[in-house]
């Protein structure tokens, strides 16, 4: 079973504002065992803990209504792309004459290609800025005419991403917005779906807390002379954080967006594309480049989604016995089974560990074919390559902090009489 710090027992508990013995009595755990977990005298699993929440009606299991997630928008930076067409080829899996050019003044940029919502933007006169740097711009239209073209190679959004990161060094995903459609469960069940007319009272009553967020805001309308309770509302749209920050959340009634947007009633756009509401995350520079890195390495990218959201905010359906927070079942449904994800973007020693996975992904089957080659033909084109290869200024800078990095972690091995002895 996996140890966990007691620390994090107590924080969930000061989050409740409860004392111990209030916790205690709620939780269904005895007072010694509380404060023994919480100081670490006794050992604290996270079973036992998603046991303890699990009794105050948080939820760990999946859903039987579980959320369609999409990427939304995706731009990524490329600081040196000289052959913009063998790009193209190589990375997006179309044919460089499908694009169209035109000037633009985007982004600081004076040139752009399109492929429909597929962007591309570069510049005219990049030999002269001595400027070869690229961004790629997928819209929500242009994410959907990707999927087709990977699709059609047979290839997941994981694996695009994953040769980009691996093979493109001077690669910066900028933005990535995911997309959490609550799907429609028919019209008998509507009352089983989260109404985010609610939420907007639950902030007001201080039943939604919030971590690092600090701003919110919240829009809807409809006609004033329509005697319809539907048709003629823009349903309602909730805004959390800041635009300018490098995360903010949306969420929104899709529904009535469909209904307007193809001039159809609610139950028709219900009906035909079956989403109850969308919940939008909007992800930007160093935070976009660390969702990706842990979506590249294997996560899930739903439940990174909606880890991200259980960081952020807590919804609760009222206050119990001794003031606690009773958790929202309707949010719960949708969000409680995904474990708190915080996207740490404070810089980190240098790791060869990115170098390696690029080395195994990239180039361990080749060497092994020059391998196998040489002994066929008697060359030692191998040993050539070995030998051809200097290290840059750049990589002379990583070995120095690697070296020191280690050196001390060594040392602090030796201090605490850990150090490990080969034989």
Wanted: a negative charge.
């Amino acid at each position: 079973m996996l140890t966990i710090d007691g620390k994090q027992l107590r924080k969930f508990r000061a989050g409740l504002g409860l004392k111990q013995k209030e916790f205690a009595e709620v939780a269904g755990v005895s007072l010694s065992s509380l404060k023994s977990y919480e100081t670490g005298r006794r050992e604290f699993t996270l079973e036992k803990f998603k046991e303890i929440k699990t009794k105050m009606g948080y939820s760990f299991s999946d859903s039987p209504h579980p959320l369609r997630l999409m990427i939304d928008y995706l731009r990524i930076t490329f600081k040196e792309v000289r052959q913009l067409k063998d790009f193209v080829e190589t990375y997006l899996y179309v044919s460089f004459n499908e694009f169209t050019s035109q000037e633009t003044t985007m982004m600081t940029y004076n040139h752009l290609y399109k492929r429909g919502d597929i962007w591309i933007f570069d510049y005219f006169d990049k030999e002269d800025r001595n400027n070869y740097q690229i961004t790629l711009q997928l819209s929500g239209q242009g994410c959907r005419q990707m999927e087709l073209v990977l699709e059609r190679e047979g290839i997941s959004w994981r694996e695009f991403l994953e040769k980009i990161l691996y093979e493109r060094t001077d690669m910066k995903v900028t933005r990535i917005d995911l997309a959490l459609d609550e799907l429609y469960r028919g019209y008998d069940q509507e009352e089983t779906h989260f109404h985010l007319s609610d939420m907007i009272n639950k902030v007001y009553q201080h039943l939604v807390t919030f971590d690092r967020l600090r701003t919110w805001s919240h829009i809807g309308g409809g006609n004033l002379n329509s005697h319809s309770e539907n048709e003629d509302r823009q349903g309602i749209s909730l805004y959390f954080g800041s635009r300018k920050s490098n995360m903010f959340f949306n969420f929104y009634e899709k529904r009535y967006e469909f209904a307007q947007k193809e001039g159809i009633s609610v139950e028709e756009a219900l009906e035909i594309f079956g989403v109850w509401n969308r919940y939008e995350i909007r992800l930007s520079q160093a935070k976009a480049q660390k969702l990706v890195e842990h979506y590249v390495l294997g996560q899930d990218l739903g439940n990174l989604a909606r880890g991200l959201i259980n960081q952020e905010m807590e919804v609760f359906e009222g206050v119990g016995k001794y003031g606690a927070y009773i958790p929202d079942p309707k949010w719960q449904d949708m969000f409680g089974s995904a474990d708190p994800l915080k996207l740490s973007v404070q810089p980190e020693p240098y790791s060869i560990d990115r170098t390696v996975r690029w080395l195994l992904y990239q180039v361990s089957n080749s060497l092994s074919f020059v391998e196998e080659a040489d002994k066929i033909m008697n060359t030692q084109y191998l040993e050539m390559i070995r030998n051809t290869g200097k290290l840059t200024d750049r990589m002379e800078t990583e070995l120095k902090y690697l070296k020191e990095s280690y050196v001390s972690h060594q040392n602090e091995l030796v201090k605490g009489g850990k150090e490990w002895q080969v034989t």
